[in-house]
Every structure is written in C-alpha cells, then in structure tokens.
C-alpha cells in the first residue's frame, strides 16, 4: 500500500516569498492534515480536512497561511508571504476516517532565509 | 483539551523492556490514549491507542492504569531501530484532532 505522499522533500526561500506544499494521501482515506513541526517540538496541528471540508483550523494563521483540499484527495499548504520563524518541517497525514490513526508522510523542512 | 505530561528523555539497552510513562491526570471518559512514535528525519507512526484496558499489539503493550490518569507504553525487547520521540497523545473519540506534546526521546544503547 503507498504510503502518504509530499512534495517537495526540502525546499529554501527568502522571507517575503511564497512557498506551496503538496500532500497526495492514501487512497480512501477522508480524512487529512497539516501539521508543523518546528526543530526540538512535537507537530503542531494547522488543519484538518474531513474529505474537502475544513474541520478544524483554529491553529492555522489565516493571514499567511491557506490550505485547501480540491474533490477531497489532494491538498495544497501555502504560505504567502513567509517569515523567518515559518521554517520547519510541514508534514502531511491521513486517516481512513476521524476514528482511525493517522498516517504521515515523511515531511517537507522549509528553511526561510 | 487534556494535556499530557512525559519525561524528556530515558535511556535503555538494547534486548531489555523499556516503559514509558504518561500522565495525564485531566483525561475525560472519551479520551483515548494514543501513542506515536518519530524516527530521526520520519514523519511520526502509529504504535498503539486503547481506552480502559491494557492493549498489546505486534509493536508494544499499554497498560493503563485503573484510574486511567497515567499510562505506560512497554517496549518488551528494545531494538536500536526503536530509538525514537515517542508521543502520548489524547484523542476524544467523536473529534479526530488530536495535539502533540512534546514526547520522550529514546536513546537505546548496544
């Protein structure tokens, strides 16, 4: 079975710049999320889709940060623009649905110069 | 949402049981216990999650104490590919969200 699928693996910009990330989840699974990870941190929850509908993005910082889900496979996170304290490692998860474990992918580590 | 309270860091020998302490003190009747682990440069991966009663699968055991305030994640033969964070998580059963602490890292010695 593939596995959570992210895109790219690293990537370098400058602060002000925008960045994307992509996330292609297991096959099936309704249920997706962005998560950051900052070096030395546990993954902070940003979003959670629930097939293309937003379920809970409380921690998400809506002035720079938008993700959406289009006909609830793929997902794309952008940052527009990024800040020096944006880098990190955005990883990408998705479930069977909201009862079962996750699965993640191996991450994209942005480093905002 | 209930917070979770593990130690920084703990040390184990390779072939020896390893537990791994949780507390959770604040835990509701829905809140089920979850446990992930993070390998160096991995995304995290599921190891275990229960409710009430001791849990054993092909990666570890929980156990999970009568009060259901602390749990113990038992690694029975310590490997040095389990050298890990390991992550005790509470998840409420109607809501999938689920927050990440800031874990237990692993050092397991040959």
């Known amino acids: 079975e593939a596995g959570v699928a992210q895109s790219p693996r690293y990537k370098i910009i400058e602060k002000r710049q925008s960045v994307a990330f992509w996330c292609n989840p297991i096959?099936?699974?309704?249920?997706l999320y962005w998560y950051q990870q900052i070096l030395g941190q546990g993954p902070k929850l940003l979003i959670q889709?629930?097939?293309?509908?937003?379920?809970?993005d409380s921690q998400l910082p809506k002035d720079r940060f938008s993700a959406e889900r289009l006909k609830g496979v793929d997902s794309t996170l952008k940052i527009q623009p990024a800040k020096l304290e944006d880098s990190a490692v955005y990883l990408c998860?998705?479930?069977?649905?909201?009862?079962?474990?996750?699965?993640f992918g191996q991450g994209t580590r942005l480093t905002v110069v | 949402d209930a917070k979770t309270t593990q130690p920084n860091s703990m040390e184990s020998n390779e072939e020896e049981p390893v537990h791994l302490p949780c507390n959770h003190s604040?835990?509701?009747?829905?809140?089920?216990i979850h446990w992930y682990r993070q390998l160096p440069s991995q995304g995290p991966e599921y190891v275990i999650h229960?409710?009430?009663s001791n849990v054993n699968n092909r990666m570890a055991s929980l156990a999970i104490a009568e009060d259901r305030k602390s749990s113990t994640l038992i690694l029975h033969r310590a490997t040095l590919r389990d050298a890990a964070v390991y992550y005790c998580?509470?998840?409420?059963?109607?809501?999938?969200?689920?927050?990440f602490g800031s874990g237990t890292k692993l050092n397991v010695k040959p």
């Open positions: 998860a998705s479930s069977l649905n909201r009862y079962t474990e996750a699965f």
């Open positions: 096959s099936g699974h309704a249920t």
């Open positions: 889709f629930q097939n293309n509908g937003v379920v809970d």
């Open positions: 604040t835990i509701s009747g829905t809140d089920y």
């Open positions: 229960g409710l009430t």
């Open positions: 998580i509470l998840r409420k059963y109607n809501f999938n969200k689920f927050y």
